[in-house]
C-alpha cells in the first residue's frame, strides 16, 4: 500500500509539471513566420551520420541438438538538426538484416529447434524526437533513449540490434548546482524483440513514471534516489507474465564515490506489484561493490542480491540486462527464490586492445541450492575513431537441474561514418 498511496497523492502533480514544461515547446512552435529564415538552419546546420554493426553470435545450450549460429547487420541512420532557439529534432532509422541463413531462434522467426538469439529482422523508428533546452533545464517529446545511471533498472540493451527505446516525454532540471532531476512519463515501450510481435510482444504499452534524483554532494561523491511505477497493460494472445505482470513500484537510493585509488558503490531498493498485476509480493535489491583503480588495471568485486517474495523475483524489466548476472543471460528475469551474485571484475589493455575479465558465482537468495558459475571474456580494439572490432565469450556451468550449461562467442564488427 505505501507506494501505491504516494504514486496517487503524487500523480496529479506530476502531470501538471508535464503539462507546464511542455508549453515552451508548444509556443516556440507557433512563433510567428517571420523567424523562417533562422529556422531554416535547422537543416541546413544539421548533421547526419550512419552506423553499421556486424555480429557474428555462436551459442552452444544443453538441451538443443543444433547450435544457433547468428549473423546479422543492423544499419542506422541518423539525421539530427541544429539548435534554434533552444529547439532541435532528430530522427533514425534502424535495420537488422539476417546475412547467409538463420540458423538461430530471434523470437520472432519461429527456428525454436535452436537457442535464442534475440536479434529479430526488421526496419523501424528507433529515435524521433523533438526537444526544447533552457539554461537550467531541457523537455524531451517523442521516441527516445532514456539511460539511468549504469542502466540496471532504466536503459536501452544497445547491446541487441535492436535497442530498447521509450515513447515519452521526458523532463531534465538542474535547480541547483550538483542536482538533477530527471523525470519521463512513457506510455510506449518498444523492446529488443519487435520491430513485429514474435513469442514476446514488441512493445509494452501503459502508464510508466521515471522519476530520479542525483545529488553530488562533493567532488567523486555523489547519492541518488529513485521511484519508478511501472504500469502496463494486458496483451491479448500473451501471458501476464509478459505484460500485465511487468507492472511494479521501485524506491530505492544509491551512492557512489572514490578516494584516491579506491571506488566504493551501494544500492538498496524495496518493490511490490504495482496497477493490474495479478501478483502479490514486496521484494528487496541491494548491491555492494568495493573497486581499486591503477595505471594498469582495475579491479572490482561485488555483491548483488535481487530478492524474491511469495515465489514472485524481484523485476528489472527496462534495464539493459546484459550488462548485469553474466553475459550469458541466464536470469534475464529473477528466479522466485531470488537470486545471489558474487562476482570479480578485471579491466586491463595490451596494447590498444581493452580487456575485461569477469567471474560470477550464483546462487538462491532464500535457499542453499547452487546455480552456477560463469566466466566472461572481452577483448575491443578501437582501430581508429570509425572502426572497432570486439571479440567476447560467456561461458556459464550450471550446478542446477532448473538451468543449463550454455557457451558463447560473440564476434563484433562496427563502422561509424
Not at 515513447?167 to 538542474?174: N, Q
Not at 501471458?239 to 511487468?246: F, Q, R
Not at 566504493?264 to 502479490?280: H, P
Not at 553475459?327 to 590498444?352: C, H, V
Request: some cysteine; hydrophobic content about 35%.
Amino acid at each position: 500500500m505505501g507506494y501505491k498511496t504516494m504514486f496517487a497523492t503524487t500523480r496529479t502533480y506530476l502531470r501538471r509539471s508535464a503539462v507546464c514544461a511542455t508549453l515552451p515547446l508548444l509556443t516556440i512552435w507557433l512563433a510567428p513566420t517571420a523567424y523562417a529564415s533562422d529556422w531554416s538552419t535547422l537543416v541546413s546546420d544539421g548533421k547526419a551520420s550512419v552506423d553499421f554493426r556486424y555480429r557474428f553470435e555462436f551459442v552452444n545450450q544443453d538441451g538443443f541438438d543444433k547450435d544457433a549460429e547468428a549473423s546479422t547487420l543492423r544499419s542506422r541512420l541518423t539525421l539530427e538538426s541544429a539548435e534554434v532557439s533552444g529547439i532541435s529534432l532528430l530522427m533514425e532509422f534502424d535495420n537488422v538484416t539476417s546475412i547467409g541463413g538463420d540458423d538461430y531462434n530471434s523470437t520472432e522467426n519461429g527456428n525454436t529447434q535452436y537457442p535464442v538469439v534475440a536479434d529479430p529482422e526488421g526496419t523501424d523508428f528507433n529515435q524521433f524526437w523533438a526537444r526544447y533546452t533552457m539554461e537550467q533545464a531541457s523537455g524531451t517529446l517523442g521516441r527516445q533513449r532514456i539511460l539511468h545511471g549504469t542502466q540496471r533498472f532504466v536503459g536501452g540493451v544497445a547491446w541487441r540490434q535492436n535497442e530498447q527505446t521509450y515513447d515519452s516525454f521526458r523532463v531534465l532540471w538542474e535547480p541547483l548546482q550538483g542536482l538533477d532531476f530527471d523525470y519521463s512519463f512513457v506510455n510506449q515501450v518498444n523492446r529488443i524483440f519487435g520491430p513485429n510481435d514474435g513469442a514476446n510482444p514488441a512493445e509494452l504499452e501503459g502508464k510508466t513514471h521515471l522519476l530520479r534524483l542525483d545529488y553530488a554532494f562533493a567532488e567523486k561523491h555523489q547519492l541518488t534516489g529513485y521511484y519508478y511505477h511501472l504500469d502496463f497493460d494486458d496483451i491479448a494472445f500473451y501471458a501476464p507474465d509478459k505484460s500485465v505482470n511487468l507492472s511494479s513500484a521501485t524506491m530505492g537510493a544509491e551512492y557512489s564515490g572514490s578516494w584516491r585509488w579506491l571506488a566504493f558503490n551501494a544500492a538498496c531498493a524495496r518493490q511490490e506489484d504495482a496497477g493490474d498485476s495479478q501478483l502479490n509480493y514486496q521484494a528487496e535489491y541491494y548491491r555492494a561493490e568495493l573497486g581499486g583503480n591503477w595505471e594498469r588495471l582495475n579491479a572490482k568485486l561485488g555483491y548483488e542480491v535481487l530478492a524474491g517474495d511469495n515465489g514472485v523475483g524481484f523485476a528489472t524489466p527496462l534495464a539493459t540486462l546484459h550488462m548485469f548476472q553474466g553475459w550469458a543471460d541466464q536470469f534475464l528475469s529473477t528466479p522466485g527464490d531470488g537470486i545471489e551474485d558474487i562476482y570479480l571484475q578485471l579491466n586491463g589493455k595490451a596494447g590498444p586492445v581493452k580487456l575485461m575479465a569477469v567471474y560470477h558465482d550464483f546462487a538462491a537468495e532464500s535457499s542453499s541450492e547452487d546455480f552456477g558459475t560463469e566466466l566472461n571474456l572481452s577483448a575491443t580494439w578501437p582501430v581508429n575513431d570509425n572502426f572497432t572490432t570486439q571479440l567476447t565469450y560467456a561461458g556459464f556451468d550450471s550446478d542446477s537441474e532448473r538451468f543449463s550449461d550454455v557457451d558463447k562467442v560473440w564476434l563484433t564488427l562496427q563502422l561509424k561514418l
